[in-house]
Every structure is written in C-alpha cells, then in structure tokens.
C-alpha cells in the first residue's frame, strides 16, 4: 500500500514498475549468489567450488530445478568420471544419512501385564558395512526401544523401508537395524531377483577426533523434514554417564546443538568419516550448543562386541569400589609415599610408583572378587599408572578414569594389576568381564516380569520402576526410599532379583492386605526369597495349608498369610476379572 498522503499519477506508477524491476533483479542476483545447490553444505573445500562450478546457472533454474536437472543427477559412468571425486563423495556420504520412524509400544511398570499408550518418534541413522555381518544402519538405542513398528527412509526418497532391531546396547545408547528390502541378506541377491543399489555407500569409522578437531553433525532435527548439517568443534572428551542406562563411558563433547531427532545421526570429520554418534544434551535453561556424542572408540567396540557374540553382551567392569588418596594422611596410614620418600619403619624400599586407589569393596559376582580385597591399594593397571583421584593418562594433556580403559576391553580379556598390599608390592592378574546389576536399569526391550498369586502382584525391583514411582522426585513414601536404598545393592548371585509387592488386586481370599504395596519379599514360607523364578518354584512346591510372606525389614516387617489350597482358583478369578493374560512373566 501507498501512504495516504501519495498520490498515483501515471508518471508515478511507471516510477513504480520500474523500481519494482530493480528490486527483483537485484533478488535474482541475490538468488544466484547464495543459492548454488552445494551451498547449504558445510563442508570447507566443497563449498569453495560450488561457487565457481555454479556461476553460470540458467535463468529458468534460479526459483525451481527444470527436469534436466534431475535428469543430471543419474549420469552415465563416463560422466561420473569426469565429476569431482569430492562431490560424489559428499553426496554419497548424505545419501547414506537416513530417517528413523519408529512406533513406540513401552509396557506399563506398575502394571506389568499392560502397555502404555503408543507414543511415535522420528529420528537418524546411517549405514555402516560391518565384516561378517553385512550393511546395518545404525541408530541410538532409545530411538527404537520397545518399537513394535521401526521405519527407515532414505534422502530424497518418498518409501519407507521396515527394519528389525537386530542388536541393541543400552550401556552405550547404540543399535543396529536390518533393513532387509534395502540390503538382502543373502549375498547380493534379495531372492526376488533384485539387487542391492549399486549406489549404496557405508560410511566409514574414523580415528577418535583431538580436541578443538571441527565436525558436522548430519541428521533430521526437529525444525524440518530435510537433512540438517550443523558444525562445531570438540571441546572435550572423557568419561560421561549415558542417560540411557546410567553406565559411565567415554563420551565426546561438542558444541554443536543435539536437538531432538538428530539422535542416532553422524557426526563427522574433515574426510568425511564418523568420529560419533550423536546420543544426548543437556536439559537446562542455563545451558546452550552443548551437545554428546558417542565416540567412534565406544562405536567400533559396540560394533566388534556383536560380531564376536552374534549379538550384544554388555561393557567390561572391575566390579570394585575405591576410596581416592588424594589426603597425604591418609595415604601415611597405609605406608605409601608421601613426598618421593619412602616411610620409614615400614621395612619396605622405595616405592617405583606411590600414587592409586583404595579398595573398599569387590563385587561378587566380578573378575576381580578372590584377587582384589579390601585395603589394597590399585597402582597400576597393565603398566598404566594410576593417579590418587583414580584417572590414568589418555592422551597428551589429557586424562580419565580407570573405567575408561576396562570399557575398552572385552570379556574375558586378562589385565594386570599392580597392587600395594600390607607393605608390600604385589602382581595379581584375572579376566575381565560385564557385570550384571542386582537392580537392572532396562529389560532390553523385554516385558518386565512379574508373578501373581492371590492377587498379590509381584514384580523385580527395577530402574523403570522406580522411575515410574516417582523415586528420584522431590517426595517419595518411606517404601520407596527402602527401596531406593537397593539401587546399588550387590548382585550375591546371577539370576537374583529383589522382588517386589507392586499392588493387591482385591478379592475376598486377601482381604486386609488391599494397602500393601511397594514391599520388598524376603521370605516364602521362612525360605529366603532370591528371585521371582525362585519364588513361583517355592509357591509350586509348597504343601500345607497356609503361604506365609515375610517383607523387610528382617525385625518387624509385615507377614501376610493366605490359604494355598485356594491359590490357584483365586489367581485365576483375579486374572479373568482383570482381563490378565497370563498369571506370570519370568525373565529369560
């Protein structure tokens, strides 16, 4: 619109068309500058080159491509000769960058028997060729976890492809998809006389990245449909916990914003290789362009750990907890040097290295448990000194934790230790190995399990559980917080579980317990409860006429006492009033 005070004379509104002109050539000019098609990618030496293979584009290609466009991009293998190896290349790389839909059906914790409301995400991957295996895209575990229909679409292609999750790390928030119509099986062949696309490109792993070292992340972020390409540097690399399942691994820092759907997405080096995968950020306000990615050291070791094992088993642990000696007086009581002295009284010569850890505990069901005991003090592992706040050295400048160096190898892998012990310097040595938890933080896609009986609802104490109980909220009940307290309860014995009294579910044969809940089972019939297995064994082998429940504490717990010759009509009344499948899930 004019301003109300213009007035349109003939001579003005030529004036107008004419400036009118201007500006649109002035746009058009604007649209041949910036909008060369390899513009929008960051990488340093592609787009040094597009502006000079892109200064003569047609006219009729500045607002939309023309056919011949489309037509270009499937050239003859003489052209693709003649293009420059780095355009291909790039291409190939982003061709390999697909799209994730997944279907989410997560089971209800508190009532085991059920599902949750279906929720669906959208998120990235990429396609590696692993040896032995063959091509797989993969992703982050939580991008598919409990996904009853997984999805993939790659670039600039309308169809989605279904995939089965083949192998999934919760540890290190990684999985690996099939995705059969895509990369057959069997050799080259899909069986139906089609072939694999002679274009599919793997993306290869590269080296572990310096700090400072630029990358780009590639992914479908929230925001868009198209692929995305955001640029940062490293600005650090050491031991995180993964928010999957709460392990602690090596885990690289960049600056470069993670948002959500860029999950499972590349993130690459200058050569166009996968340094990471990009897994999780930080949720607060205070926080900005901070974003983790899953190394390629942590990658590739995902990637060997499911060739080796036909399918994942887990990160190696010590299974030990360690007091640091950074305290001078501490480190005096246990006859260690002090100032590059050795202590006198002791008896004992110079120490070669005077700096480590302390024992306290050795789980039982680790490596180390007979080798390791409490008071010994960890010096060295594999000759790799350890310092007195529990890090070994990295790289030049750099240093992480012990745990850094176990994660890094596999299962029965032997280490060294060098250990001070009494006075005395001395070399034990056993095998390594995953280490199981007594309260687990995930299923691995399982249902949880659980046991009822008379309509008392029992279940394994797990991380999904309390979560779902609200444990790590500003208010919990005092079961809860008894609960809590196991979190990091020794494993005595695989297979152990701590069960749980998730609910009653009424009926006239347990009238009286209907507000028992949350209770942790110690005892059926005065026999030590170890698992939910355990305990359905106990209940099928019982004689006599009553069931007898003792809950913690061990001094004044609660008993309930229910008749067992009736057991098993009750149970199945409660189930069908409840419209419950199945009296019993176990663990497999």
Known sequence: MLPASMTTTPTAITILILLSCTVLTALSLSFTHVGAPSAHITHRRILQRSHALKATVDHEDLFWPSSSSFSDNIQSDDHHEEEDEEEILLAATLDSVVKIFATHSEP????PWQKQHQTTSTSSGFVLNIPGIGYRVMTNAHSVEYGSVVQVQRRGEAQKHAAIVEALGN???LALLRVDSLFPTQDDDAGDGSKIDETTFAMPLGPLPSLQDEVEVLG???????????????SRIEMQEYAQAGERLLAMQIDAAINPGNSGGPVVNEMLEVVGVAFQGIDEES?????????????????????RNNGYKGFCRLGIECSFLENDTFRKFLKLDVDG?????????????????????????SGAYGFLRSMDVILAIDDISLGNDGKIPFRRGERVDLGGYITSLFEGD???????????????SFPVSPINSLVP????????PYLICSGLVFTALSVPYLEAKGAWSDYYTDNISYLLGMHNADLEKDGDEVVVLAQVLAHRANLGYENHYDLHLLKFNGVEVRSLRHLKELITDSVGPFMAFEFAPKDGGRLVVLDRETNDQVTKEVCEEHAIGMPFVLRR
């Open 414 to 428: 032997e280490v060294q230790l060098t250990i001070w012990r009494e006075g005395k310097e001395v070399e034990v």
């Open 341 to 365: 002295t050795p202590i006198n009284g002791s008896g004992t010569k110079k120490l070669e290295r005077s700096t480590g850890v302390m024992v306290r505990r050795v789980q039982p069901t």
């Open 220 to 234: 479908y972020p929230a925001g868009g449909d198209s692929l995305c390409v955001t640029k940062g540097v490293v």
């Open 108 to 111: 209800d914790f508190l009532i």
């Open 441 to 448: 933080s995930h299923y691995s896609n399982q249902p949880p």
């Open 287 to 307: 926080v900005e362009n901070v974003g983790y990615v899953v190394p390629s050291s942590v990658v590739l070791h995902f990637v060997e750990n499911v060739r």
């Open 171 to 173: 540890e290190c928030d």
